[in-house]
């Protein structure tokens, strides 16, 4: 997302204030969000959670966002350690079930066999109480082609470090968690079994949605969307849509304090239920910004 704006920020400046350069079209992850009663504009950015390193950068816009925002809301706070660290409590499946019992024993030891071959982070003994969605989401990580990877989170709060802002979340771990309770444990199971079988499909489709990140495509994005992840697309209401209308009754409140930096998952903002489309339905101004 590397541009060199600085020029046109410069332009902006001279001709609006401390206006950003407004991108030449909705190609872009980041919006400027204005009107209604706001004193001040807050800012939408896109992320994606894994990426490989030398692709996790900021441009020059998003930095200056970054500096003028008051605070920064991610799905989740990720400052919080006592919140990411007391997901893991969250992320086990109801009643003491396993993924071995949800699966035949040769479905298992596929997937078994897959985590012990690549090197997972987590043991699988610890994965087996694990919700499958979130397993499946392990996987990811291991389809990038690098050795180095890094998510933009990470990257906005590096950098939002020195300037001291404060970092919160729209979201709670555990209402994220909860998300995989409204699924059916089997049909998780099931769909992180055919998720290795296809692994090779989903390396391909990954890739692709690197690349459409990078070219901040975001109507492609949208579609791509519904290809990634094996078997969730009955229930993109469930892990999309619904929480972006969460989330747009919780800004207008947030915004009022000021500017701020929301920085969610690029799939969200796209398409007629998306973040940009429904912040617009409330009455607010919504414009691309170069990034």
């Known amino acids: 997302c590397q541009t060199t704006a600085s020029k046109d ?26 009107g209604k009663d706001l004193a001040s504009p807050s800012y939408l950015f896109g992320t994606m959670h894994i990426l490989c390193a030398d692709d996790a950068k900021l441009s020059t816009n998003m930095k200056q966002v970054v500096e003028d925002s008051k605070q920064v809301y991610f799905e989740i706070d990720m400052d919080n350690m006592t919140e990411l660290m007391g997901a893991m409590k969250f992320l086990r499946m109801n ?20 985590f012990e071959k690549n090197k997972s982070k987590l043991p699988f003994t610890m994965m087996n109480r694990f919700k499958p969605y ?14 180095e990877t890094n998510g933009m989170e990470a990257v906005i709060m590096q950098e939002a470090k020195p300037y001291k802002k404060e970092i919160l979340g729209l979201e709670t771990t ?20 055919a998720y290795i079988d ?3 499909h989903y390396r391909g489709v990954t890739e692709e949605m690197v690349k459409v990140y990078l070219q901040q495509d975001l109507g492609k994005l949208d579609k791509l969307m519904q ?23 919780q800004m207008p409140e947030i915004m009022n304090g000021g500017s701020i930096l929301f920085a ?11 973040v940009i489309k429904l912040l617009k339905k409330s009455g607010y101004t919504v414009r691309p910004l170069k990034n």
Request: charged share 25%; with cysteine; aromatic share 8%.
């Open 9 to 34: 920020i410069k332009t902006a400046q001279k001709t609006s204030g401390k206006s950003l350069a407004k991108a030449a079209n909705d190609n872009t992850l980041l919006w400027e969000i204005s």
């Open 95 to 114: 009643d003491g079930a396993k993924i071995s019992d949800l699966l035949t024993p040769e479905e298992y030891d596929r997937v078994k066999t897959y």
């Open 134 to 147: 979130f397993v499946s989401s392990l996987i990811g990580e291991q389809l990038m082609s690098c050795g």
């Open 174 to 193: 555990e209402f994220q968690a909860s998300i995989f309770d409204s699924i059916p444990y089997k049909k998780q199971a099931k769909d992180l079994v």
């Open 198 to 200: 296809s692994v090779d």
């Open 227 to 249: 290809q990634s992840d094996a078997g969730m697309g009955e229930y993109m209401d469930l892990m999309l849509y619904d929480r972006n209308r969460r989330w747009v009754k």
């Open 264 to 274: 969610v998952g690029a799939g969200h903002l796209p398409g007629d239920q998306g």
